[in-house]
């Protein structure tokens, strides 16, 4: 191992609804593909994310349901932690918003800004009830978006452009319990002081060279127009705010969003508790050289390249007004922020409303979740809009895994079984053996790069260019015309199994679950590529249950280099490695998508 600490810091899926396959296009399988390269290569990864349980589209479905917001998170955090799972990312800790230590942290952060003046108190007009006098909770005021003119936006959001709003700001508001007009009256809220963090934020920006262009020139675009805002809001399901007068008043939380993001901070410090080692998380947040990878959809660049680094800088006394660390200590910014653009389905925008989706859930009863994997990170949305079709996930499913790779393991497995019953001793190499060896333990090199540097089409590419070669090679060689020179039969196909062997390695980023099968055709044994496990756990600290994703990664053998494949390890004839599609599927998933979803 290294000593090089990398946190892989997950989006967190919002918990009210089950997740589809856009959604984890951005922010899932390419977080895990870039934690399993970095734990072949040595590297002590920390991998955490969790279900966002709080803020006013859980309590409209609670109140729709007529059922509490927890019912609903309790109900969509289990089906998130099971399609997550099933996937095979391999979270170090998937946890929730909903626990005390989230709490806990959240407030402490929120404090730290205070005590260093970012936070600060600002008398704003807040909506009541006329005929009550009561406050007015946001998702209860309804009117018409000043943005985009879309009927109806909440006092919080707009669903339909989904920018962030005030009650204040709509036109035409009305009370959606009883339709009268709210009434604005003067009240406090704590704001967070954005443009006290332009220098700070322009500074740090300006360090981040290996950005992907479009998330860099958009984050700087960010630093032209920074206002206050609103830490705190009219709503009645939150984390609550932590101070006199506040602390137990019901209509008064923390803003879902700066609690959100101190998530990947508080599921650490919960991972370490959980450890049996509650300092383990400063390794990742507090060591000058360790590095922090956030990674999310093109919708969530603003919460990670502008709010966490701003409550971050504020906490750790590090914008324009000074201050000191807090309790924590000095915490670290992140080293990049990773954002995918958005995934189309057949041309149009996903969209639960509008049935316009295919769940994760529904996606893994039909299909091999390494197909979908591999087709995320061959085709997906890495830097541009991607269209997903059912075509283009059929062929490459058929002519890349079935007919490429899943046809080289097969052809060299198969012949060296049913020749020699075991991995064959080579003879001396030919010029022809040697370059293709030298492509192939050649390419960890070259990926590897790739991979760390977040390019993860071009490397899912060059991985299967590297297994065309040996495709080309095994073809060229034609060992099953060798009956004659069984000596030379076996130099070729141990050569070939080196070759799978090495490409096995390269792809088990991507496809970790057929990784684990073809390492067992090699005659490996124990776990190769480890998939993450649920565990039923209790909050630490009230005692409530849960379940969480976790995983014993260090068990996993696979290791980012070549490895020799010791010629007498007995092998046994090959099993199918993919499925092949038949072109039926793709009429029967188009019916199902106009029929109105899965
Ligand atoms: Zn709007």
Same mark, same amino acid.
């Given at each position: 191992?290294?000593?090089?600490?990398?946190?892989?810091?997950?989006?967190?899926?919002?918990?009210?609804?089950?997740?589809?396959?856009?959604?984890?296009?951005?922010?899932?399988?390419?977080?895990?593909?870039?934690?399993?390269?970095?734990?072949?290569?040595?590297?002590?990864?920390?991998?955490?994310?969790?279900?966002?349980?709080?803020?006013?589209?859980?309590?409209?479905?609670?109140?729709?349901?007529?059922?509490?917001?927890?019912?609903?998170?309790?109900?969509?955090?289990?089906?998130?932690?099971?399609?997550?799972?099933?996937?095979?990312?391999?979270?170090?800790?998937?946890?929730?918003?909903?626990?005390?230590?989230?709490?806990?942290?959240?407030?402490?952060?929120?404090?730290?800004?205070?005590?260093?003046?970012?936070?600060?108190?600002?008398?704003?007009?807040?909506?009541?009830?006329?005929?009550?006098?009561?406050?007015?909770?946001?998702?209860?005021?309804?009117?018409?978006?000043?943005?985009?003119?879309?009927?109806?936006?909440?006092?919080?959001?707009?669903?339909?452009?989904?920018?962030?709003?005030?009650?204040?700001?709509?036109?035409?508001?009305?009370?959606?319990?009883?339709?009268?007009?709210?009434?604005?009256?003067?009240?406090?809220?704590?704001?967070?002081?954005?443009?006290?963090?332009?220098?700070?934020?322009?500074?740090?920006?300006?360090?981040?060279?290996?950005?992907?262009?479009?998330?860099?020139?958009?984050?700087?675009?960010?630093?032209?127009?920074?206002?206050?805002?609103?830490?705190?809001?009219?709503?009645?399901?939150?984390?609550?705010?932590?101070?006199?007068?506040?602390?137990?008043?019901?209509?008064?939380?923390?803003?879902?969003?700066?609690?959100?993001?101190?998530?990947?901070?508080?599921?650490?410090?919960?991972?370490?508790?959980?450890?049996?080692?509650?300092?383990?998380?400063?390794?990742?947040?507090?060591?000058?050289?360790?590095?922090?990878?956030?990674?999310?959809?093109?919708?969530?660049?603003?919460?990670?390249?502008?709010?966490?680094?701003?409550?971050?800088?504020?906490?750790?006394?590090?914008?324009?007004?000074?201050?000191?660390?807090?309790?924590?200590?000095?915490?670290?910014?992140?080293?990049?922020?990773?954002?995918?653009?958005?995934?189309?389905?057949?041309?149009?925008?996903?969209?639960?409303?509008?049935?316009?989706?295919?769940? +994760?859930? !529904?996606? *893994? $009863? &039909?299909?091999?979740?390494? %197909?979908?994997?591999?087709?995320?990170?061959?085709?997906?949305? @890495?830097?541009?809009?991607?269209?997903?079709?059912?075509?283009?996930?059929?062929?490459?499913?058929?002519?890349?895994?079935?007919?490429?790779?899943?046809?080289?393991?097969?052809?060299?497995?198969?012949?060296?079984?049913?020749?020699?019953?075991?991995?064959?001793?080579?003879?001396?190499?030919?010029?022809?053996?040697?370059?293709?060896?030298?492509?192939?333990?050649?390419?960890?090199?070259? +990926?590897? !790069?790739? *991979? $760390? &540097?977040?390019?993860?089409? %071009?490397?899912?590419?060059?991985?299967?260019?590297?297994?065309? @070669?040996?495709?080309?090679?095994?073809?060229?060689?034609?060992?099953?015309?060798?009956?004659?020179?069984?000596?030379?039969?076996?130099?070729?196909?141990?050569?070939?199994?080196?070759?799978?062997?090495?490409?096995?390695?390269?792809?088990?980023?991507?496809?970790?679950?057929?990784?684990?099968?073809?390492?067992?055709?090699?005659?490996?044994?124990?776990?190769?590529?480890?998939?993450?496990?649920?565990?039923?756990?209790?909050?630490?600290?009230?005692?409530?249950?849960?379940?969480?994703?976790?995983?014993?990664?260090?068990?996993?053998?696979?290791?980012?280099?070549?490895?020799?494949?010791?010629?007498?390890?007995?092998?046994?004839?090959?099993?199918?490695?993919?499925?092949?599609?038949?072109?039926?599927?793709?009429?029967?998933?188009?019916?199902?998508?106009?029929?109105?979803?899965?």
């Amino acid at each position: 191992m290294t000593d090089r600490h990398i946190l892989t810091a997950v989006a967190w899926p919002y918990a009210n609804g089950p997740r589809h396959i856009g959604h984890v296009s951005g922010f899932g399988v390419p977080s895990d593909v870039f934690s399993r390269y970095h734990r072949m290569a040595g590297d002590r990864v920390l991998m955490v994310s969790g279900t966002d349980e709080h803020g006013t589209p859980i309590t409209v479905a609670a109140d729709a349901e007529g059922i509490t917001p927890r019912e609903i998170a309790d109900r969509n955090n289990r089906i998130i932690v099971g399609d997550l799972q099933s996937l095979g990312l391999s979270y170090d800790l998937f946890t929730r918003t909903t626990t005390v230590n989230h709490a806990r942290i959240s407030q402490e952060i929120f404090l730290g800004l205070l005590r260093n003046g970012y936070v600060f108190p600002k008398t704003t007009l807040g909506a009541i009830s006329p005929s009550t006098g009561r406050t007015l909770p946001d998702r209860y005021i309804e009117g018409t978006c000043p943005i985009c003119g879309y009927d109806g936006a909440r006092g919080d959001q707009c669903d339909n452009c989904g920018n962030q709003l005030d009650p204040i700001d709509l036109i035409n508001p009305v009370s959606r319990i009883n339709g009268e007009t709210p009434k604005f009256v003067e009240e406090e809220h704590y704001f967070l002081d954005l443009p006290a963090f332009t220098r700070a934020l322009g500074d740090w920006l300006g360090t981040r060279k290996s950005w992907r262009p479009n998330v860099l020139n958009f984050s700087v675009n960010l630093l032209d127009d920074l206002k206050p805002r609103s830490y705190t809001r009219d709503i009645d399901w939150g984390v609550p705010v932590p101070l006199e007068g506040w602390r137990d008043r019901p209509d008064k939380r923390i803003y879902v969003w700066f609690d959100a993001v101190v998530g990947y901070l508080s599921a650490s410090i919960e991972w370490a508790r959980r450890s049996g080692d509650p300092e383990a998380w400063r390794q990742w947040w507090q060591a000058p050289d360790a590095d922090a990878y956030y990674f999310m959809g093109k919708d969530n660049i603003v919460f990670h390249s502008e709010i966490w680094p701003a409550q971050l800088l504020g906490y750790n006394g590090e914008g324009d007004k000074g201050g000191t660390p807090g309790d924590l200590g000095r915490l670290n910014l992140p080293t990049e922020v990773v954002s995918s653009e958005f995934l189309t389905m057949e041309g149009r925008k996903f969209s639960s409303s509008r049935q316009v989706v295919i769940y +994760v859930r !529904d996606f *893994l $009863a &039909r299909y091999d979740a390494d %197909a979908l994997r591999y087709f995320i990170a061959a085709a997906g949305p @890495e830097s541009q809009d991607t269209d997903f079709t059912w075509a283009e996930f059929r062929r490459r499913n058929n002519d890349e895994l079935v007919a490429g790779w899943g046809n080289l393991v097969n052809r060299s497995v198969s012949m060296a079984a049913k020749n020699v019953g075991a991995v064959p001793t080579p003879g001396e190499l030919t010029d022809a053996d040697r370059a293709l060896l030298a492509t192939t333990s050649g390419a960890f090199s070259a +990926v590897g !790069d790739l *991979l $760390a &540097r977040n390019r993860q089409k %071009a490397a899912a590419t060059e991985a299967m260019r590297v297994v065309g @070669e040996a495709n080309k090679y095994l073809s060229e060689q034609a060992p099953w015309k060798l009956k004659e020179d069984p000596a030379r039969r076996d130099t070729v196909l141990h050569t070939a199994l080196q070759a799978v062997s090495d490409c096995n390695g390269l792809l088990t980023p991507f496809l970790p679950h057929s990784a684990q099968k073809v390492h067992e055709l090699l005659g490996g044994t124990g776990v190769w590529s480890p998939a993450p496990r649920i565990d039923e756990v209790t909050d630490l600290d009230d005692g409530s249950p849960y379940p969480v994703i976790t995983g014993d990664y260090d068990e996993g053998t696979a290791i980012w280099a070549s490895r020799p494949l010791p010629p007498g390890t007995p092998l046994s004839p090959p099993t199918p490695v993919f499925k092949k599609l038949d072109e039926s599927i793709v009429e029967e998933e188009l019916a199902r998508l106009e029929e109105g979803g899965a």
